[in-house]
């Protein structure tokens, strides 16, 4: 649950741009939303002193597009909430409204000026530019809107942000002699405005390492990933950027001997433990460590991070929920459903739809859990709440349905179906559900008809061949019902063909893990290489060659390990502790390319935090 | 088929048990005390659980009842296990047989058997194969299996190398019946995966070691033996068609003849893998129909885990319906016969999903337990995963045993109001139904996994009233094993077939028991033996236990013991 994307969709109706709105029609404002009266006012006190409202949202706002100073436009009624609306009709070009109240919130406005509108149109068809490989008219489009920045009075951060537009526009000519210098400066603009450790100058930041790394400059842009990473990560008010970098470091090794269980793993599981319990972490770190760690099938490890969440911070609802889906993750449904049910009855976001929402959405784990639980009456009732909260909420329609089918409630899961399927016409589980409840309503025609539906948007659905052959055969259309069951019995044969190759394979690295922990490496290393010649999936081979790599590693065979480590970067499999391993071994053997390693390493680090927590 | 139509006759049973007092309510009261203790029975199954976790230790656990003396008392066999990795253990896992004493205690007379300790144990089944009127076993187990002839000295003698029926695979639930109607039972052999001690595999739960999967291994192909009537037996399982389909990891068989076409199939339940349906086309040779029947897959079309089954009809339809048990979350699965070889999933709307959603079932049998003339369920659950609780917080190692009763199609779990015989938590296996004290209600017992049994009384059953059949083959099989029973009583016709070896690695009694509910008298007995022959008998008194033998009818009557 991204806080930032609810924000966006609860305040905005309509996202307009530039380029599809009539020049008349169209209002650009900046906003900011804070959480008390007294800050809302203090802010628009200091903008009547002279400082830059853009600023000041970058800085302090939690609302929509802070980072881009709260710009937002809009062309129509209903594009967004009504306070807004009525803020925004009462403004002047350049003025800013009073204090208004946004839900639980408090927001101010500011109405652009037709110069500000300018620059804002010149920095967008930039940017449109780039996405269009325009790069040449991006590097004017940007240089003229840095001109423009520049005469807005006082301090301002477009003048930094047009810079960070030029340069990329000639790092991504492949300039990068010009791109460099260019993105110094916008990041000490940045810098300057924002102070060196606020998130809004990471953008600029992350230009700049791209350029040092393009530029082969991997050193220095190394530094920039670190420093990237301790100012995305740290806890603002906890920890220092020392602190979140080497807790992260920490975590790398974790991951990277997680499977083996030896000894270096258990020392590296001590350090990072004995390192968390000491840094605070930012509230949503919490849960992108312990996926990580879940994924590694390191269960109570997991939760263990989850509980030190949840000491820092007691009344949070992200945590809780993040907390129940490692449950559910690990099959410990009784726990996930006690960690939901707290969670519901804790407070949420200020916005009352984006509540109402997230609520929605936790009604409907609870009752999923009461379904597993088999507590149909619990569930039944949780579901319930869930599609009063959220119409929209599909997976809460069809737990519904699947509910009363299970209870043998057939003409309940019927309807329930049915309503599914009106409000998410296109959907094979609706679809597949339908044709099972007509199966078992002995109403084969339509359970046929159903079941090809489901069949024609998720034609390897296995379940729908199935009820759709029984249903033939026992409508009277044997010829067609066998050639159905023929089609769903090339499914079957098909995924269980896979399945034991899977098990096979996973054997193989069980027994190869087995054989290096036992001290038979080199029996190891062989059932590693026969695992990956025996054509595994893409998931498979990313973990062989994962093992393999650091088994080599482990048994001193450096130059190996290095080897199978760039075969994988080689193959596009760019995961971050890949580069780790592969700097490492490169800085064992000497070999200069452990800077370009360290930095890709750092970069994708942050790069895969950022995928976890979204 | 000739039809032998027997003159009328009055079974004059003794006043104390003519008639029952009719004003109980179906079921009601009825409890099952665990007699276990005062039963005397001691026997406690050896799985040598070990830290290898050799799949064998979670699997096995069989029982049987059987009237090894034809004393026309049920005698109880329990298979033992043993151990892979601990020699002592392994020698002192001895299968127990113990005899009925007909006063609520049994006596071990093991030692003098002839049951002999060998290799590790699974199951067991039991019919008189070469029909010298007294029942012979059959015992499976993970890499052996032995068949024993009844001497009718009470002892047995192994004859399994004579026979031609041994297996050196694994092998777990095993049926007589009569595939080609000639008189001698044939043998079905479930066979599970290739493991092998020194093929042990590691299969992780989290951090720790856990029971492998079967899929972690191969199926192995089941065996069919057809008896040669002269002691031996032969193999004939790749031409009676049975192996058509790649092998499943096959772990319950029932014999029963679900289309009414006077020939028996098979039903065979596999474990993660497509079930198996056999149907027979005569001439000892079969069709494996289960997909087609529907009764290969759970309803979602994915195979389920398939432990024990049985046939019964539970609507009273007069066809054979189907009922599997499987893992938690599966449900274990009734299958309605819709006639025409076809069968419903009706597990959702009979209650069965609800009621087995949570369990892990092994030993099942379709029981009318408290003689409503119903049949209900009766289950034998236990996980299979020692450690469980390493990985998950919604189940348990041991459960509860479940006994669904069956109102006009609807089940409902009645276990908690059945006394501390269902409320017993063990991790369970085979499950047998039988009248141990011969009083017209129906007892259980249940094998436990590296446990002691449970000897479970029914108390209350017989205030509604019942009979108990014994058929006696001429021309059929001695034990008249896949004769069709068909009792019209009070509006109702009850369908029951003499079956050997159902369930889980088990048998029940032979004797064919029908619940008269308050009636006590039924109008006509029909008895369809597997030659063709028809014995009919009309107008039969309750509460008693009758013989009857094929072209003569009832030979023999005793009332009930109260």
């Not at chain 1, 994307?5 to 530039?18: G, P, S």
């Amino acid at each position: 649950m991204n806080r930032v994307v609810l924000w966006i969709a609860a305040l905005f109706a309509l996202a307009c741009f530039v380029s599809g709105v009539p020049q008349t029609d169209r209002r650009a404002a900046n906003l900011i939303v804070v959480s008390t009266q007294p800050d809302a006012t203090e802010i628009r006190n200091r903008v009547r002193l002279g400082q830059s409202f853009e600023l000041l949202a970058m800085r302090q706002s939690i609302g929509p597009s802070a980072d881009d100073g709260g710009y937002f436009i809009t062309a129509r009624a209903g594009d967004v909430r009504q306070e807004l609306e009525n803020a925004l009709a009462r403004l002047k070009p350049g003025e800013v409204s009073p204090v208004e109240k946004l839900g639980r919130m408090f927001f101010l406005l500011r109405r652009s000026t037709p110069d500000e509108d300018r620059w804002r149109s010149q920095y967008y068809a930039g940017q449109k530019a780039l996405e269009e490989w325009r790069y040449s008219e991006a590097v004017q489009l940007f240089s003229n809107a840095a001109m423009d920045a520049g005469k807005f009075k006082g301090e301002d951060q477009r003048v930094a942000l047009s810079l960070q537009g030029l340069s990329r526009s000639y790092f991504l000519q492949g300039d990068y002699q010009r791109a460099e210098p260019v993105a110094r400066e916008s990041l000490s603009l940045f810098e300057k405005l924002l102070g060196s450790g606020h998130p809004g100058i990471l953008a600029s930041l992350e230009n700049l390492a791209a350029i040092e790394q393009g530029g082969a400059e991997f050193a220095t842009a190394a530094q920039h990933y670190r420093k990237i990473l301790s100012t995305r990560w740290r806890e603002p008010s906890g920890s220092s950027d020392s602190d979140i970098l080497d807790l992260l470091e920490k975590l790398s090794a974790v991951l990277t001997n997680a499977y083996f269980r030896d000894s270096i793993f258990q020392n590296a599981f001590r350090e990072f433990d004995e390192a968390l319990a000491l840094t605070p972490l930012r509230e949503d770190l919490y849960a992108g460590i312990a996926q990580g760690l879940f994924r590694v099938e390191l269960v109570a490890e997991a939760e263990s991070v989850m509980h030190r969440g949840i000491q820092r911070f007691p009344r949070s609802r992200e945590i809780r929920y993040a907390l129940a889906k490692i449950y559910v993750q690990a099959s410990k449904y009784e726990a996930a459903l006690g960690a939901f049910e707290t969670a519901a009855g804790m407070d949420g976001p200020a916005d009352p739809a984006v509540n109402r929402q997230q609520r929605g959405v936790i009604q409907e784990r609870i009752a999923s859990m009461n379904l597993l639980l088999v507590r149909f009456d619990a569930a039944a009732a949780a579901y319930k709440t869930a599609i009063e909260l959220s119409p929209d909420n599909l997976k809460a329609r069809l737990g519904l349905a699947d509910l009363y089918f299970r209870r043998g409630m057939m003409k309940e899961a019927l309807d329930a179906y049915m309503s599914a399927n009106l409000s998410h016409p296109n959907n094979a589980a609706a679809y597949r559900g339908l044709a099972e409840t007509f199966l078992h309503l002995e109403r084969f025609s339509e359970s046929v008809s159903a079941a090809q539906k489901a069949i024609a948007l998720e034609p390897d659905e296995r379940a729908s061949h199935y009820i759709l052959s029984l249903a033939l055969l026992r409508d009277g259309h044997n010829e067609q019902g066998q050639m159905a069951l023929h089609d769903y019995e090339k499914l079957e044969a098909q995924s269980q063909a896979d399945q034991k190759h899977q098990r096979t394979l996973l054997e193989l690295d069980r027994n190869a893990a087995m054989k290096l922990v036992g001290g038979q490496g080199e029996e190891g290393i062989a059932l590693w290489r026969k695992a990956l010649s025996s054509g595994p999936t893409a998931t498979l081979e990313t973990r062989f060659l994962m093992n393999l790599g650091v088994a080599q590693a482990k048994l001193g065979r450096h130059r190996d390990a290095a080897e199978t480590f760039q075969t994988m970067i080689d193959l596009g499999i760019n995961d971050f502790l890949i580069h780790r391993n592969l700097a490492v071994e490169y800085q064992i053997l000497g070999d200069s390319r452990y800077l370009q390693h360290r930095a890709s390493y750092l970069q994708k680090y942050d790069a895969a935090l950022k995928v976890i927590l979204n | 088929m000739r039809t032998h139509t027997i003159a009328l006759i009055f079974i004059v049973a003794s006043a104390g048990s003519a008639a029952v007092a009719s004003v109980v309510q179906q079921g009601e009261g009825v409890r099952f005390s665990d007699i276990t203790a005062k039963s005397k029975i001691s026997f406690r199954h050896e799985n040598g659980a070990s830290p290898e976790k050799h799949l064998p230790e979670t699997m096995s656990g069989g029982v049987v009842l059987f009237d090894f003396d034809n004393d026309g008392w049920l005698d109880i066999l329990f298979v033992n296990g043993g151990s892979f990795v601990d020699t002592r253990k392994a020698a002192g896992a001895q299968h127990r047989l113990y005899r009925n004493n007909k006063d609520g205690t049994f006596a071990d007379v093991t030692a003098t058997s002839g049951i002999t300790v060998s290799g590790f144990g699974m199951g067991a089944c039991s019919a008189d194969y070469d029909n010298d009127g007294f029942p012979d076993l059959y015992i499976t187990g993970a890499d052996f299996s032995r068949l024993y002839r009844n001497t009718g000295k009470g002892s047995f003698a192994d004859v399994t190398s004579s026979a031609g029926v041994g297996s050196t695979l694994w092998s777990a639930s095993c049926a007589f019946g009569d595939i080609d109607n000639d008189g001698n039972v044939d043998l079905y052999v479930t066979r599970y995966v290739d493991y092998a001690p020194e093929r042990n595999k590691y299969c992780p739960l989290w951090t720790a070691r856990a029971y492998c999967h079967p899929n972690e291994y191969n199926g192995v192909p089941d065996l069919l033996f057809r008896n040669n009537g002269n002691g031996t037996f032969t193999d004939i399982s790749r031409e009676s068609g049975i192996l058509q389909r790649p092998s499943g990891n096959g772990l319950g068989v029932v014999f029963g003849d679900y289309d009414n076409d006077g020939r028996a199939d098979i039903y065979v339940a596999n474990d993660s893998t497509p079930n198996f349906l056999f149907h027979n086309k005569s001439g000892g040779k079969f069709e494996e129909v289960g997909f087609l029947a529907g009764v290969a897959m759970g309803h979602d079309g994915k195979p389920q885990a398939g432990m024990g089954t049985d046939m019964g009809d539970f609507d009273g339809d007069g066809l054979l319906d189907i009922f599997v048990t499987n893992l938690i979350m599966e449900t274990h699965t009734l299958y309605r016969n819709m006639g025409k070889g076809l069968f419903a999933d009706v597990t959702f709307t009979s209650g069965v999903a609800q009621a087995t959603l949570p369990y892990v079932g092994f030993g099942t049998a379709f029981v009318d337990y408290d003689n409503d003339m119903d049949l209900d369920l009766a289950i034998a659950n236990g996980h299979i995963i020692d450690n469980v609780h390493l990985g998950r917080d919604d189940t348990t190692y041991e459960q509860l045993n479940l006994l669904l009763q069956n109102d006009s199609g609807k089940f409902r779990n009645v276990g908690p109001i059945l006394g501390e015989g269902f409320a017993i938590m063990k991790s369970s296996r085979a499950l047998a139904v039988g009248d141990l004290d011969n009083d017209g209600d129906m007892d259980i017992v249940v094998a436990n996994v590296g446990q002691a049994p449970d000897i479970l009384r029914n108390d209350g059953g017989n205030r509604s009233n019942s009979l108990l059949i014994r058929t006696i083959g001429t021309r059929s099989n001695r034990d008249g094993i896949g004769a069709r029973l068909k009792l019209s009583v009070g509006g109702k016709i009850l369908t029951r077939d003499v079956k050997a070896g159902s369930g889980y690695l088990g048998q029940n009694d032979l004797r064919v028991h029908l619940g008269m509910a308050r009636r006590t008298v039924a109008e006509r007995l029909e008895i369809l033996w597997p030659s063709g022959m028809v014995d009919t008998v009309e107008n039969i008194n309750a509460n008693q236990i009758l013989t009857v033998q094929e072209g003569k009818g009832v030979i023999g009557g005793q009332p009930f013991e109260r």
